[in-house]
């Protein structure tokens, strides 16, 4: 075996231990979790929130064992059977990749780990069915207020519906030309050829995956007290989420290019950004285009959430018509966001079939 295969193998079986003891250690944590709240969830007849009893895991003793099972598992998997990681590193005996997934230990395994993610789901969450089927009449009286739209704020509403779709419109546009560029650094199958472009992929991946996962609201208050309360804010919040959700599309439709083209214009000697220009650019431009129109669907019904905090369109006086409880100006306004949405949506679905 040659040392590039050797590395290769160590690091899918680090992938591998890595899974496992991900895996294992949620298992273990559901599984305790479930026993708690069977033997301790009720005290003295008062439930006990099931985030009480989240806090109260051992998480120190349970990522300990589940690290030395993880361990144990793939040293002993010749005798018991492949672990999910092993499985997942595609590290497996010609006879294991023969077998359905029942009738492996990682299948089994995977299928209770399932099954304890739902049930742990449920608690956690506080799930009650017999509430919700039980008690419409507490909401009725907010449904039938509803039913009788007002329209002493419409005027007011169309106006701040045109704020939003614009907010939503130019946050769109200032983030196309970012995450165009980034797009390209953040593709695996374009930086694999130097530790420089590996580095710059890790960058860019780790930053757009940070700023995609805080949610727009936030970046909304980040920027209301940067610049203020208004649309200025709503379009630079929507922006950042915008650069980071396009990157992620657009990376991963680059990642699934044909190589022909790549290969035959590398071949004449062509430098990296002419392979780009003329082998890579072309294949990506209509679904970039798709990606974007969706996002900018996206972005209007996120724009309307982000006034909620002081990032101006409609969502700025459907708050406080809320926190009042005025459902009949409520229901126009939520009226007008629906007409808004259905008709982007219309027209995004018939553009994206002529583009794609």
């Known amino acids: 075996m040659t040392d590039k295969k050797k590395a290769l193998l160590a690091a899918l079986r680090l992938q591998a231990l890595v899974t496992d003891f991900s895996l294992l250690a949620a298992a273990a944590l559901m599984t305790e979790f479930l026993v708690r709240f069977l033997w301790f969830g009720e005290r003295e007849g008062q439930l006990i929130m099931a985030q009480d009893l989240l806090a109260h895991l051992h998480f120190g003793p349970v990522l300990a064992a589940a690290l030395a099972v993880a361990i144990l598992w793939q040293a ?48 956690v969450t506080e799930v009650d069915i017999h509430t919700l089927l039980t008690s419409f009449d507490k909401a009725s009286g907010v449904l039938r207020a509803m039913a009788r739209p007002s329209s ?33 650094m953040a593709a695996r199958n374009l930086t694999r050829k130097s530790a420089l472009s590996r580095t710059l992929y890790t960058a ?71 392979v780009l220009r003329y082998g890579v650019v072309p294949q990506v431009i209509p679904p970039f285009l798709s990606f974007t129109i969706y ?26 018509r809320v926190d009042l409880g005025e459902w009949g100006e409520v229901s126009t306004l939520v009226l007008l966001i629906a007409v808004a949405v259905w008709a982007m949506d219309v027209l995004s679905a018939r553009i994206r079939e002529r583009i794609v």
């Open 204 to 274: 860019v991946r780790t930053a757009m995956n940070f700023t995609r996962a805080v949610e727009p609201l936030v970046w909304a208050l980040i920027f209301i007290s940067w610049v203020g309360i208004g649309p200025f804010a709503g379009v630079l919040a929507l922006w950042v989420h915008s650069v980071a959700s396009l990157v992620k599309l657009y990376s991963e439709q680059i990642e699934n290019i044909d190589r022909g083209p790549v290969d035959a214009i590398t071949a004449t000697g062509a430098t990296m950004l002419q």
């Open 76 to 123: 002993v998997s010749k005798f018991c059977g492949a672990s999910p990681g092993l499985a997942f590193a595609g590290i497996l005996t010609e006879e294991e990749k023969e077998l359905e997934w029942s009738r492996t230990a990682w299948g089994w395994f995977l299928a209770i780990l399932v099954q304890l993610t739902f049930f742990t789901g449920w608690l």
């Open 295 to 320: 996002r900018w669907d996206i972005n209007v019904r996120m724009s309307t959430i982000i006034g909620f905090v002081g990032g101006g369109g409609i969502g700025y006086i459907l708050k406080p």
């Open 152 to 184: 002493s704020v419409l005027f007011e509403g169309v106006i701040l519906l045109i704020q939003t779709l614009y907010l939503a419109f130019m946050a769109t546009v200032f983030a196309i030309p970012p995450a165009f560029v980034m797009s390209f």
